[in-house]
């Protein structure tokens, strides 16, 4: 078994080498209020809830923002791969001596076809951005 070997500064027991710095805790987007009449008694005496409408909006507005960022990341990924496949030569096209593949004609076809898919994909992305944000964020009185 070996051991390890002691480096220089195994007996540096300054604030830099001993303090391990954290980043910022973020602000809770909500804050505890009073439960009202109408609210669940079993869930406690406090509810959580924005502060004002434009915490709510800012928060909304970033949760949308994510998701639809997330879904246009995986819309890119599927239209590229679709696009390489639908601008591709045939397979059979080699037996029969084809002609090497163009590849100006091929890279031409993929932006289209690129171009084409993620612009139908952007409209899907907005909605998805809206139906999984809005039920989370739906005021109930």
Known sequence: MAMATPTANTDDFS?????????????????????GLSDDPSKGPFVLAFRDSSSWKSAF????FKVIEQCEVGARIGCSISASNKCKPPWWSFLFGAASVDVT?????????????????????????????????????
Do not use: N, V, W
């Open 15 to 35: 604030p830099s080498a001993t303090l391990i710095s954290y980043d910022r805790a973020l602000p809770l987007l909500r804050g505890p209020i009073p439960a």
């Open 61 to 64: 507005q970033a949760c949308e």
């Open 105 to 141: 004609a091929r890279e031409q076809c993929e932006e289209r076809e690129m171009a084409a898919c993620l612009a139908a994909s952007k409209e899907s992305c907005l909605k998805l951005g809206k139906e999984k944000c809005l039920p989370l964020f739906e005021m109930h009185e």
